[in-house]
């Protein structure tokens, strides 16, 4: 069922479609013993079929197993089957019985959470609420990104869209979220993960070859492809370097995909990583970070065990004005080069007070060519790709959204989550779309097969996902449009602060 079409401005509509009914229902999923550990799924189902016939039958309770799916294909991985253990089946309206099961589970000895089963991914009837931002051309806005009062913190994309006067606002780009299921996290909450450009300039490098929406860029006004950039200084000695991060952390790569030396820091993975792999540190300990007065007021302080650490501060025209300890001011104006070991020597040994280094940037599509242009802003989403050439192609290897060691697609692809989604159609058109989740009673998410279907139905030419979960947020003339959903037992929807926005201005 779709609503009435609204038209904030001439030239863009907004629409919202409902589809569906909840008969998806609340369950208690318990922890699997395997061997000397437990997890809550597992590949082999004879663990979950020996836990419930045996540990949970002895103590009076009757479980099942569920089962999903996880794809196979050239983008999508080495597909397998996960099972969990479930105990109870309650109503979408009943989730305080699987509380009261939980609590009789847990003083049985047993280890559980409450789960809706639509997250699952298997088939489900919703219900969906999809909303439709569509900008013709012909329009009199203009696109952007942008960022809250500076790119290392977080701000909600209400303050970001209001700051920017926009008409409407979405949320943009993964980011270096502080959170319990963040356990990389860098200290700094509003960093992007991949590339982030503003006005042509590059605020933080991508993580090369993922997946972007590129907007009043080089040849096309609206634009989605796999990107990557490259920073290169030289020094006053004619000594070139090339620069491995823009605005974060020394040493730490959210999302990995650089340049370098990078490696996994869990270890995972080949050596050097130089690949993207979606919210995964990488990590080198001899690096070059170029700072601009957008990060912040200050450059990081030397972190614990990182001794050989060095600012060089520049002016407008990167002419060095002084060598000093890191964690001072970035003056407004100027840069700032944090090195860090063979960085920071690098730094020491071709610095000159009084000279100039030359940088240069490249910002580059999937052909090699430069997508650079005076009104350029990007964000690599969430990612992967959705629809390219009118088909639904999901790249999900080449946004780095697999794990390792046995490559299947990630349980953030397969599940149902909010999404905000991207893309433009044959005409041109811009589409902004978010689809609400965690919801039971109103929309349950999408997976992202799911979602390419939508954005190829709604006739999106080329498509990509970007952030997702809590950050999914639609607003219009500063009114919430949507319902941003934490987590499936939030009481409330919160506005989550994010990293930046997609803004539509005028």
């Not at 479930?86 to 847990?106: C, I, K, N, W, Y």
């Not at 000895?109 to 009837?125: C, I, K, P, Q, W």
């Not at 040493?251 to 820091?265: E, P, Q």
């Not at 905000?420 to 097969?449: C, I, K, M, N």
Request: charged share 20%; with cysteine; aromatic share 6%.
């Amino acid at each position: 069922m779709a609503s009435p079409v609204q038209e904030p401005k001439a030239g863009v509509t907004y629409q919202k479609f409902t589809q569906g009914q909840a008969t998806d229902v609340w369950s208690v999923e318990l922890k699997i013993p395997h061997g000397t550990t437990a997890s809550w799924t597992v590949g082999n189902k004879f663990y979950a079929d020996d836990f419930v016939q045996g540990q949970l039958a002895a103590k009076q309770f009757t479980g099942r197993v569920d089962t999903r799916e996880v794809p196979a294909g050239p983008e999508l991985g080495n597909g397998f089957l996960q099972h969990t253990v479930r105990v109870g089946s309650f109503g979408h309206d009943r989730p305080a019985e699987a509380d009261a099961l939980l609590q009789s589970l847990q003083q049985a000895g047993f280890t559980g959470r409450t789960v809706y089963t639509a997250l699952d991914g298997n088939e489900s009837t919703g219900p969906w609420e999809v909303r439709v931002v569509k900008v013709d051309p012909s329009a009199a806005v203009t696109f952007k990104a942008v960022h809250g009062s500076d790119v290392s913190s977080a701000e909600t994309v209400r303050a970001m869209g209001a700051a920017a006067g926009a008409l409407v606002a979405v949320n943009g780009s993964d980011f270096d979220v502080n959170s319990p299921s963040n356990p990389s996290f860098s200290g700094f909450g509003g960093d992007p993960q991949g590339l982030y450009a503003q006005g042509n300039s590059l605020l933080s490098e991508a993580n090369n070859g993922r997946t972007a929406l590129l907007l009043d860029g080089a040849q096309s006004r609206i634009r989605v492809d796999e990107v990557s950039s490259r920073t290169q200084v030289t020094a006053p000695d004619g000594q070139v370097r090339v620069v491995d991060g823009i605005n974060r952390a020394p040493g730490r790569n959210v999302g990995c995909g650089g340049v370098g030396a990078d490696i996994r820091a869990d270890g995972l993975g080949n050596t050097p990583e130089l690949k993207p792999w979606r919210n995964t540190l990488c990590v080198d300990n001899d690096e070059i970070v170029i700072f601009r007065p957008e990060w912040g007021s200050n450059t990081p302080a030397a972190r614990a065990g990182v001794t050989n650490i060095v600012d060089v501060v520049m002016d407008g025209n990167w002419v060095v004005q002084e060598l000093r300890a890191p964690g001072g001011q970035i003056p407004a104006g100027s840069r700032v080069m944090q090195g860090i070991g063979a960085g920071a020597d690098w730094l020491r040994e071709h610095h000159v007070v009084g000279k100039a280094f030359k940088p240069g940037t490249s910002i580059t599509d999937s052909l090699g060519a430069s997508v650079t242009s005076p009104t350029l802003s990007a964000v690599a989403g969430g990612g992967p790709a959705l629809v390219r050439n009118g088909e639904v192609k999901i790249n999900a290897k080449t946004n780095g959204m697999l794990n390792l060691p046995h490559e299947t697609l990630s349980g953030a692809a397969v599940q149902r989550h909010p999404r905000t989604l991207a893309g433009v159609t044959a005409a041109g058109e811009l589409l902004l779309v978010t689809v609400d989740g965690r919801l039971p009673q109103t929309s349950v998410g999408v997976t992202l097969h799911e979602a390419a279907d939508l954005m190829k139905w709604l006739g999106a030419k080329d498509a990509l996902s970007l952030g997702s979960g809590g950050d999914t947020t639609l607003l219009i003339n500063n009114t919430l449009y949507n319902r941003p959903m934490d987590d499936w037992r939030a009481p409330t929807p919160t506005e989550r602060k994010v990293g930046n926005a997609i803004v539509v201005v005028g």
